[in-house]
């Protein structure tokens, strides 16, 4: 299995920060991974696909960008909404795998 | 809409068998693999397996390989997660999601609001 390994597991930032998560893929998963947000209590809500493409509906201060085992997910000026943990996933090859998290908390 | 609704909440036994649901609407059903994600509350997201409804391809990862079976009904647009015997380890959230696009690469885009199992003596 492909693992992904996030980083930071948890940053606390204030309102109108850059926030800056990693995922760290063990192989190469080509340009296919995807970010999340996850609010507490809520199902997951796709972020990114494809790395870098922003899923309709998404604010623009959300972007992705990576290829092959390194990604990142930035979210600029940080919005009390954003009070969330991400994940990545990859989409590469079965099974398919979430990183462990980020939990991103507002100062 | 596009949508995807779960059953309620289980409640369970150890050793007893249950079959939960997500019903798609709004789109073509048999045209989206739909994926099953297990979260135990406080931890991250597990990929259980997926199903292509138009022709029951079904992949499972080895984690969760002969534990459940899934399936779907193409008749009501619904896909299935099935244990024949359950344990208290199988307690958690189990959430399905639709897969962008018509292959499984481009991540998931539409989840259903999770069903919550409890499986205690």
């Known amino acids: 299995d492909i693992q992904l390994t996030q980083s930071p597991s948890s940053v606390s930032a204030s309102i109108g920060d850059i926030v800056t998560v990693t995922c760290r893929a063990s192989?190469?998963?080509?340009?296919?991974i995807a970010w999340y947000q996850q609010r507490p209590g809520r199902a997951p809500r796709l972020l990114i696909y494809?790395?870098?493409s922003l899923q309709s509906g998404v604010p623009s201060r959300f972007s992705g960008r990576g290829s092959g085992t390194d990604f990142t997910l930035t979210i600029t000026n940080l919005q009390p909404e954003d009070l969330a943990t991400y994940y990545c996933q990859q989409g590469n090859s079965f099974p398919a795998t979430f990183g462990g998290g980020t939990k991103v908390e507002i100062q | 809409e596009v949508q995807l609704v779960q059953s309620g909440a289980e409640v369970k036994k150890p050793g007893e068998s249950l079959k939960i649901s997500c019903q798609g609407s709004g789109y073509s059903f048999l045209a989206y693999w739909i994926a099953w994600v297990r979260q135990v509350p406080g931890k991250g997201l597990e990929w259980m397996g997926i199903?292509?409804?138009?022709?029951?391809?079904?992949r499972y990862s080895p984690s969760f390989q002969g534990q459940v079976i899934i399936s779907v009904d193409r008749s009501t647009n619904t896909a299935f997660l099935q244990w024949t015997s359950l344990d208290a380890s199988d307690s958690a959230i189990y959430l399905c999601?639709?897969?962008?696009?018509?292959?499984?690469?481009?991540?998931?885009?539409?989840w259903g609001q999770g069903t919550t199992v409890t499986v205690s003596s």
């Open positions: 199903i292509f409804p138009g022709d029951s391809d079904t």
């Open positions: 999601a639709r897969y962008r696009g018509m292959n499984h690469n481009h991540g998931m885009d539409v």
């Open positions: 192989q190469s998963v080509s340009q296919w």
């Open positions: 494809d790395a870098s």
